[in-house]
Structures are given as C-alpha cells and as structure tokens.
C-alpha cells in the first residue's frame, strides 16, 4: 500500500469493499510508463480528487474479468496517439471500480492523463460503465467509489476539493450524479464525526468508572488516603445528586 493510505475510521459498508493492488501487474508502454514521461509529482501538490467513468457500457464489457478491461484499457491508451505520438504511459486512472471492488493501478504521485493540462494536481478515480448512456451506478460500485475517495483524501495532506471531470472541462464524464456523490459524502462523515465523538465520551466514561473504583478502594482503606477519598467521593455524589442522577 506505499503511497496510499487506509483512512482509520470508516463505516461498515465502505471498510468491507474489497480492494486490490493490481501495481506493477498492468501494461507499461514499452517507449516509457508514466514516470519516463513525467517525474512523479510531489505529494504536497496533490489538492483534487476528480471522478470519471471509463465510457464502456456495462453490456459490452461484460464478457471479459476486471484485470482483463483494466489490461484492455490500458493497452488502448498505450495505442492512442491522442495524447502523444508514443502513446499513453499506461491505465489512466490511479483507482479503478469494477463489480463492488476497488483495483490500485498506479501510484498516488504517477502523473497520467486523467483530464487535459489538470494532470499536475489530480487524483483520478474511475468507475467501469457509461453512466452518460444507459448504465445505472450500483450499490456496490458507489460503496467502491467512495472508499476509493476515503483512501484517495487520506492520502493526500494538501487535499482541497472533490470534482468530476465534467465540471473541469465539457465532457459528458463521470455521468452519475455529482449532487447524490457529495450529498452522501457529506451524511457519511457527519456519521463518523458523531461516531467518533460517542467513542470519546465512552473512554469518558471508562475513565470515570478507573477513577471512582481508585477512590472508593482508597474510602474503605484506613490510611494517608482515606479521608481525602472520602471527600472527593461525597463531592462527586453531591454534583450527581444535584444532577438528579444519584
Ligand atoms: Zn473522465
């Protein structure tokens, strides 16, 4: 997982999606990769996450595994002289989604071409399926896309912004719903907020529990402790009391 880093907390259905490192595996374009083209980018310039889809209808791609699209694409871009008259490095995207999994296909700091002249400070994420035509975004592949955002942001120190790649430039790319993207993005991290602040007031709590038990021992001991013991204990059963909880 060099470069890339888990996110510690995340909710149940995201900390589930399979994620596999396919880094080193892929094709390479035999007159350079994409660190002969460009020298990785440093980490600190890394402030977007863009979001696309990979354009090929779910109905065409079907006959072939997620390691052979993610080869194919790879080989069509190498191919391509869109870019370049040598071709592409190798597969676009640094995070692929395909069938509920999430597939790591190049480095963080790899600069590859994911949306035209942006390439120095974007982190591409892509689900398989053409989104702008009749595919329709699965429950599994949107839990996909946004553990690929958690790692993605997790590993960035100088993240700033999430985009799709039709909002930097006129493409019909990602397809799926920006406003549902973001809206769920936000409801998730209310929820690890509210769960990570109920896990504070639990060791609280925990604390609480240490503290009193250390106190009472000390009460019920006769010794240099006792009387002081006693005092804190009353005074805490005073507030609780006060509190109407004693
Ligand atoms: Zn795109």
Partial sequence: ???WILPKILPNNLAAVPVIDLRGKLPVNPNGGWTVI???????????????HD?????????YTDEQLIQNISTTHINSKKNRSKGDGGFPYHLFIRNGKLYIC???TDFTYGVASNNGYTVHISVSGNYAGNDVLNDADRAALYMAYYIAKSSMPAFKELRSHGEMTPTACPGYSMDKVRSDISEIELSMELNDNLQGQLLNAAALETRVKD????ASNPGKNQ????RKLSRV???MRAEGLL
């Fill in 227 to 230: 009387f002081e013991a006693i």
């Fill in 237 to 239: 059963a005073d507030i």
């Fill in 38 to 52: 460009n020298p990785p980018r440093n980490v600190e310039a890394l402030t977007d996450i863009v979001m696309h």
């Fill in 55 to 63: 354009a090929l209808s779910k109905s065409s791609t079907a006959k």
């Fill in 215 to 218: 106190l009472y021992k000390k």
């Fill in 106 to 108: 190049n480095d963080l």
């Fill in 1 to 3: 997982m060099t470069q």
